[in-house]
């Protein structure tokens, strides 16, 4: 199994700035890719940003230039740096990672956190 720690949510004033992270444990022998996701009140879940082994990223086009995601040396913890935050941010932010736990078996699963709540008020 794989669990996803997320913490760093909480209420910030618009403009202000968060950081959201991620941290993976369990049965890893690779893990393939990362991701933040994001579920407002009403909406479907929605993809953030997203960050693969060769350190490519994307992003959706609602955050391009205002956050950054990133991943320490280890790559078992994930990153969201969330600058000039607007009210439309507010959502609950999910981290996903996408993890292949033998060696033997390239077959990989999504594993989901349980979300932190991230408000920005107006």
């Known amino acids: 199994q794989v669990q996803l720690v997320e913490s760093g949510g909480g209420l910030v004033q618009a403009g202000g700035s968060l950081t959201l992270s991620c941290t993976v444990s369990?049965?890893?022998?690779?893990?393939?890719?990362m991701a933040w996701y994001r579920q407002a009140p009403g909406k479907q879940r929605e993809l953030v940003a997203h960050?693969?082994?060769?350190?490519?990223?994307n992003y959706a086009d609602s955050v391009k230039g205002r956050f950054t995601i990133s991943r320490d040396a280890g790559e078992k913890t994930l990153y969201l740096q969330m600058n000039s935050l607007k009210p439309e941010d507010t959502a609950v932010y999910y981290c996903?990672?996408?993890?292949?736990?033998?060696?033997?078996?390239?077959?990989?699963?999504?594993?989901w956190g349980q979300g932190t709540q991230v408000t920005v008020s107006s």
């Open positions: 996903n990672t996408d993890v292949q736990s033998s060696p033997w078996d390239p077959k990989s699963f999504a594993y």
């Open positions: 369990g049965n890893i022998f690779r893990i393939k890719s």
């Open positions: 960050i693969f082994r060769d350190d490519t990223t």
